[in-house]
């Protein structure tokens, strides 16, 4: 059974730091595109960053480029998110996507298998 597991949420103030882990079980990622996503209250879900699985190309939405980054190390099956100088419009339920093939997009609609998802909260 392909499963995607999200780790790593929870309460920070803001400026703090939080890494979201993304494991996943019953395939490997070599082989698979991945995304974040997140979903704020009362919002629509939207693309954070994703990485492909041919060259580890990123992409980054403004409103986190230059503080998240992202990252996968296949030997542990594992996609990686570091969010450092965190703010609260940062607080959401994050998901993990993964898509096969090579090319990451921001496009939820082109992810087929999705974590559970789990809570960040910035706030003092």
């Known amino acids: 059974q392909l499963q995607l597991v999200e780790s790593g949420g929870g309460l920070v103030q803001p400026g703090g730091s939080l890494r979201l882990s993304c494991a996943a079980s019953g395939f490997t990622l070599d082989y698979y595109a991945i995304g974040w996503f997140r979903q704020a209250p009362g919002k629509e879900r939207e693309g954070v960053s994703c990485?492909?699985?041919?060259?580890?190309?990123?992409v980054y939405s403004d409103s986190v480029k230059g503080r998240f980054t992202i990252s996968r190390d296949n030997a542990k099956n594992t996609v990686y998110l570091q969010m450092n100088s965190l703010k609260p419009e940062d607080t959401a339920v994050y998901y993990c996507?993964?898509?096969?093939?090579?090319?990451?997009?921001?496009?939820?609609?082109?992810?087929?298998?999705w974590g559970q998802g789990t809570q960040v909260t910035v706030s003092s």
């Open positions: 996507a993964a898509r096969g093939g090579y090319i990451a997009t921001m496009s939820e609609k082109d992810y087929d298998y």
């Open positions: 990485i492909s699985s041919s060259d580890g190309s990123t």
